[in-house]
């Protein structure tokens, strides 16, 4: 029971109060059949299998910066299953389906959080869209990538999702950390924006073990979450503020940085953000040194990240003019063609890469003490 006086001090910054939709509700309307849920557990198996080298292919999580056009990211997804299938053998393909964007100051902070573009933030809508979406994409035979950013979403989303990812802004988190530590699916840990990669060193340790934090349950219903830790947890190298660190000599260090910590070596390399310096030009030549690696024998890279949509660069989201179909407004985005010739290179380095002796020899996987 609140005080007679409460209002004068409770939520005293609070606008306005809208109630969210629970988990349970968006599942019922937005099902996760039968058949998608064996597809789900196939992804997570499959990304698994990759990150252990118990599968040789390489994770290859493509697709839009953010998703502001379910329909464009359809087609896209679309086009991708295809290429997908083509290059199976080689490329394990997740699609990213991105829907809440970390912010370093303030802007569109997806789909999500605001569905209309507007700031209206109308986060039901933004919800059910997000899942609707992750079905269609699920349908089309495609495992997704999402970021986890808001500790509230993934009850509404992550049933779905085969691959996820602490971004570079909350990799530090505590919250982030137990929230990976009782995710369902394999979780890279990005590095920090100024480029420490012993955060998200310290990141996968703290996500590798089991830990209690409030949260809500699937009913929405507030709850005691008790989570079992997550071996799954891997680096992604996306660059920092002082330059790339996709380089060989930077993937050495990384991975000499996750031996020491007793942990899995094993990387996944960003191609965009502080890796393309976000210029999205500069992602086919990050890919190419990556390919290069992987063709001389690297087997501690396991995953490569691009940023790619129908068109390639990025548009500003102005009110004042309609938006172009098919073209990223977060950040800029290689275009369709050149990142299926981007993949095609990737796959021939995974194909090299079998035919070549290991120039490091990874340890093999474990969980973190
Ligand atoms: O991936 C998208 C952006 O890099 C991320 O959301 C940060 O964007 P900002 O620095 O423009 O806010
Ligand atoms: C925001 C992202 O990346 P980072 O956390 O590396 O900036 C992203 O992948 O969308």
Request: net charge negative.
């Amino acid at each position: 029971m609140t005080s007679p006086d409460s209002h004068r001090v409770i939520d005293q910054r609070i606008d306005r109060v809208v109630p969210l939709t629970t988990p349970a509700l968006l599942h019922h309307h937005l099902p996760l059949d039968a058949a998608l849920t064996e597809a789900v557990l196939d992804g997570r198996r499959a990304v698994a299998r990759v990150l252990d080298r118990a599968d040789d292919r390489l994770l290859v999580v493509v697709g839009p910066c953010s998703v502001h056009d379910p329909a464009a990211a359809l087609e896209y997804a679309a086009r991708l299953r295809t290429v997908a299938d083509r290059l199976a053998d080689d490329l394990l393909i997740v699609m990213r389906v991105y829907f809440e964007k970390p912010r370093s100051t303030v802007g569109w902070k997806g789909l999500i959080n605001d569905p209309a573009l507007d700031g209206s933030g109308d986060v039901n809508t933004g919800l059910r869209t997000a899942r609707a979406l992750l079905l269609d994409v699920l349908r089309l035979g495609l495992p997704v990538g999402c970021e986890f950013l808001d500790p509230i979403t993934p009850q509404y989303i992550a049933d779905t999702v085969a691959w996820g990812a602490i971004g570079a802004r909350t990799v530090e988190s505590q919250v982030h950390r137990q929230l990976a530590s009782g995710l369902s699916m394999a979780i890279g840990m990005k590095n920090r924006p100024d480029g420490s990669i012993g955060t998200a060193v310290d990141a996968i340790r703290a996500a590798g073990v089991p830990h209690v934090f409030p949260g809500i349950d699937v009913s929405g219903t507030p709850a005691i979450m008790h989570t079992r830790g997550n071996a799954d947890g891997h680096l992604v190298l996306r660059g920092g503020n002082d330059g790339p660190n996709y380089d060989a000599a930077s993937v050495a260090a990384a991975l000499a940085q996750l031996r020491a910590a007793g942990l899995p070596e094993r990387v996944v390399v960003d191609a965009s953000h502080a890796n393309s310096g976000k210029d999205h030009r500069r992602q086919p030549l990050v890919a190419a040194d990556v390919a290069a690696q992987l063709a001389a024998g690297q087997r501690g890279i396991v995953g490569v990240m691009l940023e790619s949509f129908l068109l390639p660069g990025r548009q500003d989201l102005d009110p004042t003019r309609e938006l172009e179909y098919g073209r990223s407004i977060t950040d800029a985005c290689l275009g369709w063609d050149d990142t299926e010739g981007v993949l095609d290179d990737l796959a021939a380095a995974v194909r090299a890469r079998r035919a070549t002796p290991a120039t490091t020899s990874p340890t093999p996987t474990s969980t973190p003490a």
